[in-house]
C-alpha cells in the first residue's frame, strides 16, 4: 500500500517527461526513425569488378564502423532506415536492400553481411538521373516516418545518359528530398577510353547536391574510399558541421539553400553529355 504513492508519482514524472523520450508507434501509423538514407553507388564503365567491389565493401565496413553506429544510436530515435541500390544506365538499377532499420551493432553488422554477400557486376553508361529518378517512388513508399530524407549519390563520372541531371535533382528537392554527394576522383578512363572529369567535384556540388545542409566529400582514389564513405555517413547521420583536418577526405557544403553551388557550375550541367557526344563523333569518324 506504501508502494503506490511512489509509483504514482514515477509515473508522473515520465508522463511529464515524455517529450524527451522517444515516442513508439500507435497502431497504424509508421514507425519513427531519424534518418531515411538511400545510398547510390555507380558501377558504370570507369568502374572495374576489383573497384566496385572495394565501393561494397567500403560501404559495409562504414556502416558497421563503431562511431558510425555511435552516431545513429544518439538521435532522438536511436535508429536509421537504409536502403541501398547499385546504378549505371538510366534502365539499370539493382536494388541491394529494401528499406532495413538500423538501430544497434547486431542490425548494422547485418546490414553489412547482407550487402557484401550479393554478387558484384558493373555495366556502361553514367545515368546520375535514372538513380534519382529511381529513388523518388522508393522515398514515396516509405515505411517509415523520418525526420529526414537523403538520398547519397557516389560516382566517379558526370551524368551522360537518361534526362538532365539538374532537372532530375529538382524534382527531388520538391519531394523534399535532399541529396549528398561522394565523387570519386579515379582519374582513370573507362575500357572504352571515354574521358574523365578533373573538376568532377565541383560538378557534383553545382548540379547533383542539394537541399538543406547538403554536401560533397571528396575520394581522392577507390583505396580510400572507405575512409571517405565513414566520413560522409557521420556527417549524414549527425546531420552537423564537422571540422576536417587536411588528412581527412575534403568536405563541400552547399553555398545555397537549395543546394546548387555558389554561381552554379561554369562548365554546364550537360558536361557528361557534351563528353559522350564528342567521344562517339570521333570514333565515328575514324
Known amino acids: 500500500m506504501l508502494l503506490r504513492p511512489v509509483v504514482a508519482s514515477v509515473l508522473a514524472l515520465v508522463a511529464a517527461a515524455g517529450f524527451l523520450l522517444p515516442r513508439m508507434a500507435t497502431a497504424g501509423e509508421k514507425p ?9 553507388v555507380d558501377i558504370s564503365g570507369s568502374i572495374d569488378l576489383d573497384e566496385a567491389r572495394l565501393q561494397r565493401e567500403g560501404y559495409a565496413q562504414a556502416i558497421s ?37 538500423i538501430s544497434d551493432r547486431a542490425s548494422a553488422e547485418a546490414v553489412a553481411r547482407k550487402l557484401t554477400a550479393e554478387p558484384i557486376t558493373t555495366a556502361r553508361r553514367t545515368s546520375i538521373s535514372g538513380a534519382i529518378q ?3 517512388p522508393r522515398f514515396a513508399g516509405l515505411p517509415y516516418t523520418a525526420l529526414r530524407r537523403v538520398l ?9 545518359d537518361g534526362g538532365p541531371v539538374d532537372l532530375a535533382r529538382d524534382a527531388a528537392l520538391a519531394a523534399g528530398i535532399a541529396i549528398n554527394g561522394l565523387p570519386i576522383m579515379n582519374g582513370r578512363q573507362n575500357s572504352w577510353g571515354f574521358p574523365t572529369l578533373p573538376d568532377l567535384d565541383k560538378y557534383y556540388e553545382g548540379c547533383v547536391i542539394g537541399g538543406p545542409g547538403a554536401f560533397v566529400v571528396v575520394a581522392e582514389d577507390f583505396a580510400s574510399f572507405d575512409v571517405a564513405v565513414r566520413r560522409k555517413l557521420i556527417l549524414e547521420i549527425a546531420a552537423a558541421p564537422v571540422p576536417t583536418p587536411a588528412t581527412r577526405p575534403r568536405v563541400i557544403r552547399a553555398q545555397t539553400a537549395g543546394g546548387y553551388g555558389q554561381n552554379g557550375y561554369d ?20
Open 32 to 40: 519513427a526513425v531519424d534518418l531515411a538514407l538511400m545510398l547510390a
Open 65 to 101: 564502423d563503431p562511431a558510425v553506429i555511435k552516431a545513429i544510436t544518439s538521435g532522438i530515435n536511436g535508429r536509421i532506415a537504409v536502403a541501398y541500390f547499385e546504378w549505371s544506365d538510366s534502365y539499370t538499377q539493382n536494388a541491394l536492400l529494401d528499406w532495413t532499420v
Open 134 to 136: 529511381f529513388a523518388l
Open 152 to 160: 547519397d549519390i557516389s560516382g566517379d563520372g558526370p551524368n551522360n
Open 267 to 286: 562548365r554546364g550541367c550537360d558536361i557528361g553529355e557534351k563528353q559522350s557526344r564528342e567521344f562517339w563523333r570521333r570514333r565515328f569518324d575514324q
